[in-house]
């Protein structure tokens, strides 16, 4: 092995970074790209383009390809009232806003954005999918979504999956059309789940909300009402549709008909009008004694059903107090989760959460925050109370999390699994995590933090005295690009493997204003990383201890240290650099 301190120019430096980013789109064309298209062009896996407020036009910002890539498009707000795609389609001029037809999989997410005159003209090959088409294999998620005024003269008048499968969350359908077969979604020869979405005066003669054809479909907890032509839901050619806690009311060919009947009653399905707050000017919000509300009657069983909130009020996000002793709003954090609509806070008073519905915490699509009455994280206390015979952590999040979804100002104890992410692991692509407490958390890699294939923002938080057996005491980062600042790794070991406080592997992360101090490894003390391009900016990297790297032990990529120390190593090199691969240094 040799050891390879290398310094060059900060203009060379530039090159180096290749960490996800955050790409602004303004409907005038000012931003980070003209485009919605340029953007998709010039952007890489895990970037985020987020588009402003406000509509949408013309070449560039519909018919928009998105190339297979595994990124999230969605509005900056997360509000798709205030963000239109106006595709301006119609018979002469068509065109539609999304075409996925290029291995797009599930981290490829569409959000919060609103998609309207969409037009697909001509026959089974042309005019399919009048906003949104998905073919040829692609799996993608579609969350907030509102899809209105929509056609396609063939089939699927507001999306059409062919070949392919979908999720869709919290979407909605209103007064798409189709001239031949489904008005709202048709599904051919492949998959779809739709959860929390609502449908409403959809038109279509072989099923106005919903087909399924050689497919199978999922609904659940959604509302298909006031469809002006077709049933509810209709399956041709051995198709399959699977109801569970719907409402279908007052569509034009039946509601309970075709692959639906027998369905109602049965798992939580009703046939009452949903009550929307004010259908005849848009606000498909429900009435507070609207059957599809929360656990109301006569489905107490069932939580929220469509895609919009209970209440007729303002509208503004609600904020829910949930207390150690159980007597706040909800008895359990995970309560207050399930139960939480988008936009709401859930706030946790001071002290200290323990037991089931207070741990394992899974969060659903919906875009919340999760955070402290006093702001102050060593006052308020989620316990894991895990250990070998009974592991618990604190948070796990998925691919399915809502994403802005943010978590502040707590702490997290005692976590102990034996996979990955002994306080919280973590798997969406945009997450906050701010001002938060990782202490005395074990797992085999990530004892305090897992990211895989996430790209969070954790912001001012403290690691201290962690543990992992193979990998990374405080943090593991596998497959991700999460931005961190201002955090502190303080004590944290990685018994056997790699990185006493952070671990890289195949990631490209960025550390900011961070300290990483007093951790131990047997390679890379600090930080371990393979494959990968970790960048640290004015950081601090000190009394770290191992055989190999006390600060930094590096593979098969590039570390850009800048404006940073590596001082004090208790024993270790403060860089080692296995084989002929460097750690590039600018003013450290």
Not at 359 to 373: G, K
Request: aromatic content about 8%.
């Amino acid at each position: 092995m040799r050891y390879l301190l290398i310094c060059i120019c900060a203009a060379f430096l530039v090159l180096l970074s290749a960490d996800a980013a955050i790409y602004t789109v303004r409907p005038d064309g000012t931003g980070d790209f003209a485009t919605i298209q340029d953007a998709v062009n010039a952007v890489e896996d895990g970037d985020v383009i987020q588009l402003t407020a406000g509509e949408f036009t013309g070449y560039g910002n519909r018919d928009i390809n998105l190339q297979g890539k595994a990124i999230l498009v969605r509005s900056q707000s997360g509000d798709p009232l205030e963000c239109t795609i106006n595709c301006e389609g119609s018979g002469s001029h068509p065109h539609r806003g999304f075409i996925l037809r290029t291995g797009e999989g599930p981290n490829t997410i569409i959000e919060g954005i609103r998609i309207i005159n969409g037009y697909a003209e001509g026959g089974n090959d042309t005019g399919i999918g009048g906003a949104i088409l998905c073919r040829d294999g692609v799996s993608p998620t579609f969350r907030r979504l509102i899809l209105e005024d929509n056609l396609a003269e063939y089939i699927g008048g507001g999306i059409q999956i062919t070949y392919a499968s979908a999720e869709l969350y919290e979407c909605t359908f209103i007064y798409n059309r189709s001239y031949q077969f489904a008005g709202g979604l048709n599904c051919h020869q492949g998959e779809a789940t739709l959860t929390n979405c609502t449908f409403v005066r959809n038109a279509g003669p072989q099923g106005g909300g919903v087909r399924s054809s050689r497919s199978v479909v999922y609904l659940v907890n959604t509302i298909i009402a006031f469809g002006l032509q077709g049933s509810a839901v209709r399956c041709d050619n051995n198709g399959e549709a699977y109801l569970t806690c719907c409402d279908l009311y007052d569509n034009a060919g039946g509601d309970y008909v075709n692959c639906a009947l027998g369905q109602h009653g049965q798992d939580g399905n009703i046939e009452m009008d949903p009550r929307f707050c004010d259908m005849e000017n848009g606000d498909y919000r429900l009435n507070d004694e609207s059957p599809c509300a929360p656990f109301s009657p006569p489905n107490d069983e069932c939580d929220l059903i469509g895609a919009w909130p209970a209440g007729c009020g303002t509208g503004e996000p609600q904020t829910y107090l949930i207390r150690p002793d159980g007597t706040g709003d909800f008895p359990t954090i995970q309560a207050a989760i399930a139960a939480a609509g988008s936009g709401d806070v859930i706030m946790l008073a001071d002290g200290v959460f323990r037991g089931d519905g207070n741990r394992d915490l899974e969060l659903t699509w919906r875009q919340i925050s999760v955070v402290s009455e006093s702001g102050n994280p060593e006052a308020c206390i989620i316990d894991c109370e895990g250990r070998e015979d009974d592991p618990h952590r604190g948070f796990k999040i998925t691919l399915e999390a809502g994403s802005g979804t943010r978590l502040e100002g707590f702490t997290i104890r005692n976590g102990y699994v034996e996979g990955n992410g002994g306080g919280m692991s973590c798997a969406t692509a945009f997450l906050w995590i701010d001002s938060c407490r990782f202490v005395d958390c074990q797992a085999a890699q990530g004892g305090g933090l897992q990211c895989w294939g996430a790209s969070p923002h954790v912001k001012g938080c403290l690691f201290l005295r962690n543990q992992a057996v193979d990998g990374a005491g405080a943090m593991f980062c596998y497959g991700s690009a999460p931005e961190v600042s201002d955090c502190r790794f303080t004590s944290n070991v990685s018994w056997w493997g790699r990185g006493g406080g952070i671990c890289c592997l195949e990631a490209h992360p960025v550390f900011q204003l961070c300290t990483v101090d007093s951790n131990m490894a047997p390679l890379g003390g600090g930080i371990y990383m393979s494959d990968s391009a970790p960048q640290l900016e004015f950081c601090t990297l000190v009394a770290n201890a191992s055989d190999f790297g006390s600060g930094v032990w590096s593979q098969g990529g590039t570390a850009l240290l800048k404006n940073t120390i590596v001082a004090y190593g208790v024993f270790g090199a403060a860089v080692h650099c296995e084989g002929d691969y460097s750690t590039a240094l600018e003013c450290c």
